[in-house]
């Protein structure tokens, strides 16, 4: 059974940086994507970025680029998102999936992730 457990959210200022985690029950890195999507109420849950499990293979919205970064670590069966330069438009719950991922279907891999129970990232203009 896939467990995943985020950590790390909070509340910090605009320009600001946060890590967040995400540890995955054993075996979840050899057989899953894992990625970070977040969600504000009354919206859709947003793809924000994964990292493949086979070759580590890093994709990211839009929004992300250049300021978020997933990294793994497979001996701790942890996934990680080093968010730098925060912007109040950031703000939301953020959750940790592993899934099989497709770039040209996102729905498909929000639709059949499993989930953590998500952190709440909350930054102040």
């Known amino acids: 059974q896939v467990q995943l457990v985020e950590s790390g959210g909070g509340l910090v200022q605009a320009g600001g940086s946060l890590r967040l985690s995400c540890a995955a029950s054993?075996?979840?890195?050899?057989?899953?994507?894992m990625g970070w999507f977040r969600q504000v109420p009354g919206k859709e849950r947003e793809f924000v970025t994964t990292?493949?499990?086979?070759?580590?293979?890093?994709y990211y919205a839009e929004s992300a680029k250049g300021r978020f970064t997933i990294s793994r670590d497979n001996a701790k069966n942890t996934v990680y998102l080093q968010m730098n330069s925060l912007e109040p438009e950031d703000t939301a719950v953020y959750y940790c999936?592993?899934?099989?991922?497709?770039?040209?279907?996102?729905?498909?891999?929000?639709?059949?992730?499993?989930w953590g129970q998500g952190t709440q990232v909350t930054v102040s203009s």
């Open positions: 054993e075996g979840t890195f050899r057989n899953y994507d």
């Open positions: 990292i493949t499990w086979s070759v580590g293979i890093t």
């Open positions: 999936a592993a899934g099989s991922f497709n770039p040209f279907d996102l729905r498909k891999y929000a639709a059949d992730a499993y």
